[in-house]
């Protein structure tokens, strides 16, 4: 596939990076310098520098023979522009990194005959992101595919968890559940029976959706409910999830340092109760009585803000907390220093923009352990070897595993002897290396 990426910033870059690793022809488009020649250095992809929304730049980019293009600046008109003269041009696809809320907001503005095929809002993405984990407050992630009623999630087992030193095999239970994958020591493991479970082990468990608590409390997991939640940062990512735990009865304050925010903040929200200060003041955190929050979700604009005040929330006495980074580099720290979930606005984008690019009927593409690995959500062909047949007598590729299938009411987590029929929605977990095997399977082929 020919893809044009106009913008070289955290996220354009990491789509590149990972699009070349899978041969396709990649040509990224850049109006910074030094960010050009970061790419030049490090990517095997063609660089170009110019401006997106130029046609000039774009024919550099041999645009008219694009199968996709991904507009992913900073600047949201430059990014609309863009597909609406990519689209000119016949490309296929079209997708747009698009902030303001005003754009989204016009009617017929996500019609595919404005030019846009996508429209992603980053923050909103995230928020609702931090919602869901939320929701399901003992997990490091949690997804949801089939409408809803399959759920993945990703859980971190520690030294009390009854599971441990337990082979896989042993772990009998009378509700239908499947561990898809293993990250041990930052290396994902696709289980077997004889794998033994051991102690900083992230386990990620795909089951029924009403099933899963029950699931969690036999692999030594209490949910615990959450009420309160303190929100560091009134920007667009703490007012949207604000705004949602409000519909959904959660307790929230938020903390915000600018007070023209705060003003906007007040008059938008209705039930937020809105803190002019600054979060790394531990006398204000302890004024605030943060202790008694469940939980803290810091996403100020900042990562070491984040980092600190996640830092100062546990030492006093603040049971969760979730930090939005988004510099890689710091996600290692993030396990060390105890903070329990680390947020990647970048990474949520690119899982929400791969499943444009991946082939085949695809529902939902989702990015696990750092993008160590992918769960596909797709559509099963009307023919082709990967129906109708027994799922033990298919010679699936190293890496990939079927963790649930969804047919018409029905979840089934398979075994060898369950077959795939044509129309069902599949969840696919499939290590890098192997999910152009899994396009090709579901493609027909």
């Given at each position: 596939m020919q893809i044009v990426i106009i913008g070289a910033g955290k996220v354009g870059f990491s789509l590149a990076e990972k699009l070349?690793?899978?041969?396709?022809?990649?040509?990224?488009?850049?109006?910074?310098?030094?960010?050009?020649?970061?790419?030049?250095?490090?990517?095997?992809?063609?660089?170009?520098?110019?401006?997106?929304?130029?046609?000039?730049?774009l024919m550099k980019a041999d645009v008219k023979n694009a199968d996709l293009l991904i507009a992913v600046t900073e600047i949201d008109e430059i990014n609309i522009v863009a597909c609406l003269l990519a689209k000119q041009y016949g490309v296929e696809k079209t997708v747009a990194r698009v902030r303001n809320p005003e754009y989204v907001e016009i009617s017929g503005f996500r019609n595919t005959t404005m030019g846009i095929d996508l429209v992603i809002n980053p923050e909103m993405v995230t928020a609702e992101t931090i919602a869901k984990l939320i929701d399901v407050p003992e997990a490091l992630n949690v997804e949801y595919y089939a409408g809803g009623r399959v759920q993945l999630l990703e859980i971190s087992v520690d030294g009390s968890a009854p599971v441990i030193g337990k082979r896989l095999a042993e772990l009998d239970f009378d509700i239908p559940y499947l561990i898809v994958a293993i990250l041990r020591d930052q290396r994902m493991i696709i289980p077997r029976g004889d794998d033994v479970i051991k102690s900083g082990d992230i386990l990620f468990?795909?089951?029924?959706?009403?099933?899963?608590?029950?699931?969690?409390?036999?692999?030594?997991?209490?949910?615990?409910?959450?009420?309160?939640?303190?929100?560091?940062?009134?920007g667009s990512i703490g007012f949207n999830l604000a705004r949602i735990l409000e519909n959904k009865n959660y307790k929230v304050k938020i903390i915000e340092k600018d007070y023209k925010k705060c003003q906007a903040l007040s008059s938008q929200l209705q039930k937020t109760l809105v803190i002019n200060g600054d979060g790394t003041d531990l006398s204000l955190l302890e004024e605030e009585d943060i202790a008694n929050s469940d939980l803290l979700v810091a996403v100020t604009g900042d990562d070491k803000v984040n980092l600190l005040v996640s830092l100062l929330a546990k030492h006093l006495g603040v049971?969760?907390?979730?930090?939005?980074?988004?510099?890689?580099?710091?996600?290692?720290?993030?396990?060390?220093?105890?903070?329990?979930?680390?947020?990647?606005?970048?990474?949520?984008?690119a899982g929400a923009i791969l499943k444009h690019i991946r082939r085949g009927d695809i529902i939902s593409v989702t990015l696990l352990g750092g993008a160590k690995a992918e769960m596909l959500e797709l559509v099963a062909p009307c023919s082709g070897k990967i129906v109708n047949t027994p799922l033990q007598n298919l010679k699936f590729p190293r890496g990939v595993l079927i963790g649930a299938i969804a047919?018409?009411?029905?979840?089934?987590?398979?075994?060898?002897?369950?077959?795939?029929?044509?129309g069902d929605l599949v969840m696919v977990f499939a290590l890098p290396h192997a999910v152009k095997k899994v396009e090709e399977l579901f493609a027909g082929r």
């Open positions: 070349s690793e899978e041969n396709h022809d990649v040509f990224l488009i850049e109006q910074n310098r030094d960010r050009l020649a970061v790419v030049e250095e490090k990517l095997d992809v063609q660089a170009i520098e110019g401006n997106g929304a130029s046609i000039s730049t468990i795909m089951a029924e959706t009403r099933e899963m608590i029950y699931i969690e409390h036999f692999l030594g997991q209490v949910r615990v409910p959450v009420e309160e939640v303190t929100i560091l940062g009134g049971s969760k907390t979730i930090a939005q980074i988004r510099r890689s580099d710091y996600v290692p720290l993030v396990e060390k220093v105890g903070i329990d979930v680390a947020v990647s606005p970048r990474m949520l984008t047919r018409g009411e029905q979840v089934i987590v398979p075994t060898g002897a369950d077959v795939i029929r044509p």
